[in-house]
């Protein structure tokens, strides 16, 4: 059992308030998800040919107190990118000019134990073992501002507590998934997919799911599609909250086992497994509220 929310802000002159307003959702999944949780944010995209990518060093030896200007310094004397960081602990956003491949190739060979977390021009993610309380107070999360967000709470069913095995997992750039229920069949999936290419990092099943949405959409599947395809592939009972630069994506597999609630208004869409990490949003009496059906694609855009 885990939660799930997202947030996604109709209004720019609300951005401000992400954080703020969805702590008190994230928190209110804790008895869903007591073990670790994760937020992935999106902001507006950065210009030119920037990138980001957000990093983990709590599986360093040095954990919070890592050495993320001595990184810095060693990517922009090797690559010429003029990579730049902001630091929170033991997570970091890097910024830097050009493509994401070479910059995430370099972190690989300087520091195997530092964790990659995402890439892209709008997303920056955070995830770490804890409470929600905990790891959103680690990490500022009353503060984030953007125009979306992904979060998670995750009760650990099939695959050890640990940084790495929290939600959001993410594929390629300006992607993440976030999952409640299980997958019986990941270990099939990952047999099909990793002679085609596809590199997994945990045993987690969630892991299985999204690694076979990025291997549809490298394939040139749009996300409806690749969910359509994921009906036929994935095995089990789920409920999908994805994220992309421009839209947050619901489903439910086709029996709808796993809880899901959504609120809409003129102002927001809020959405999380259970309606008690809705109840405190602004004119949320007002909404409509209403339970997403089994095997459809729901999809909202900023």
Request: hydrophobic share 40%.
């Amino acid at each position: 059992m885990c939660g799930i929310v997202g947030l996604l802000l109709k209004k720019p002159a609300l951005h401000e308030r992400l954080g703020e307003l969805m702590v008190p959702m994230l928190i209110g999944m804790t008895e869903r998800g007591p073990d670790s949780a994760g937020m992935a944010v999106f902001g507006p995209p950065l210009p030119g040919q920037q990138r980001k990518i957000s990093l983990y060093s709590g599986l360093t030896d040095d954990g919070a107190a890592y050495d993320w200007v001595g990184l810095v310094d060693a990517i922009n004397a090797a690559l010429k990118v003029h990579a730049t960081p902001a630091i929170k602990g033991n997570h970091a956003v890097l910024r830097f000019e050009g493509q994401a491949e070479p910059v995430k190739a370099f972190v690989k060979a300087y520091d195997a134990k530092l964790h990659l977390l995402s890439t892209g021009r709008s997303i920056e993610l955070y995830k770490d073992i804890g409470t929600p309380a905990q790891v959103a107070e680690r990490y500022d999360f009353a503060h984030l501002a953007g125009s979306h967000l992904v979060g998670h709470t995750r009760m650990a069913t099939e695959s050890a507590v640990t940084p790495d095995r929290a939600h959001p997992f993410t594929a390629g750039e300006d992607f993440c998934l976030v999952h409640n229920g299980s997958l019986s069949n990941p270990n099939g999936v990952r047999r099909m997919l990793e002679p085609r290419g596809i590199r997994f990092e945990t045993d987690n099943d969630t892991e299985a799911a999204c690694r076979f949405l990025e291997w549809r959409l490298r394939e040139g599947d749009t996300l409806h599609a690749a969910l359509q395809k994921g009906f036929e592939a994935l095995d089990g009972f789920y409920t999908f909250l994805m994220g992309t630069a421009t839209e947050l994506a619901l489903i439910r597999d086709p029996f709808a086992c796993k809880p899901a609630v959504v609120a809409e208004t003129d102002d927001y869409v809020a959405i999380a497994s259970e309606f008690r990490s809705l109840a405190h949003l602004p004119d949320v009496k007002h909404a409509r509220v209403f339970e997403p059906a089994p095997e459809e694609m729901y999809v909202w855009k900023i």
